[in-house]
């Protein structure tokens, strides 16, 4: 069974830092490109960074340039999203989910950690 | 970049078939996928490449996808299917991964 299993949520003041964890399982972790994606309250999902599966290639959505890096451990079987400089509009609930790049969907999500960055 | 609009409010009775649109330029030229969203659970596909269904999603979830418009079509709605759905694209121009705006669907 596959499992994505987020961490890392909290409350954060603004300019703060933090790093989200996703540990995955039943499946082959270095054979897929991994995401976060992540919903503000009362908003819809937004894609916010990818990585390839030997961490060679990374994106980001333009609102976290520079302040968000996304890394995975193939070792640990585990993702991981350092966010610096937290702003008020970072506030989400932040899913990680497995890339299916063949047919360009997100195939598989774990139920999302939250973060609340407050003044 | 990309837009696709979606309606906010899918109303439906238990039995009835619920149509959740998402629009967007040329999308029948794309792939769409959508997703149900419950709170506190992991989002699940539970359609993709716009007609297709992963292993595990009932037959009642079917999609369809042409000119402006592609749909994700509720058959036999149940109490269980009250979620909020999201249709997705590729889009190579901008962010790769492009949601709609989401569309609240409530079981009468």
């Known amino acids: 069974e596959v499992q994505l299993v987020e961490s890392g949520g909290a409350l954060v003041q603004r300019g703060g830092s933090l790093r989200l964890s996703c540990v995955v399982s039943?499946?082959?972790?270095?054979?897929?490109?991994m995401s976060w994606v992540r919903q503000a309250p009362g908003k819809g999902l937004e894609w916010v960074a990818n990585i390839k599966e030997d961490g060679s290639e990374k994106y980001y959505v333009d609102s976290v340039k520079g302040r968000f890096t996304i890394s995975r451990d193939n070792a640990r079987n585990s993702l991981y999203l350092q966010m610096n400089s937290l702003r008020d509009e970072d506030t989400a609930v932040y899913y990680c989910a497995r890339d299916d790049f063949y047919n360009s969907c997100l195939d598989f999500w774990g139920r999302g950690t939250q973060v609340t960055v407050s003044s | 970049s990309y837009v696709l609009t979606q309606p906010p409010s899918v109303s439906v009775a238990p039995g009835q078939t619920a149509r959740i649109t998402c629009a967007g330029y040329n999308i029948g030229k794309r792939s769409v996928h959508w997703y149900q969203l419950k709170p506190g659970q992991a989002p699940l596909l539970v359609v993709y490449d716009s007609t297709d269904r992963p292993p595990g999603i009932p037959e009642r979830f079917s999609g369809s996808n042409s000119g402006n418009t592609a749909t994700l079509t509720i058959s036999w709605v149940e109490a269980g299917d009250e979620a909020d759905y999201y249709c997705q694209v590729w889009d190579s121009n901008s962010d790769p991964y492009v949601f709609g705006s989401g569309t609240k669907v409530s079981v009468l």
């Open positions: 039943g499946f082959t972790f270095t054979s897929h490109w």
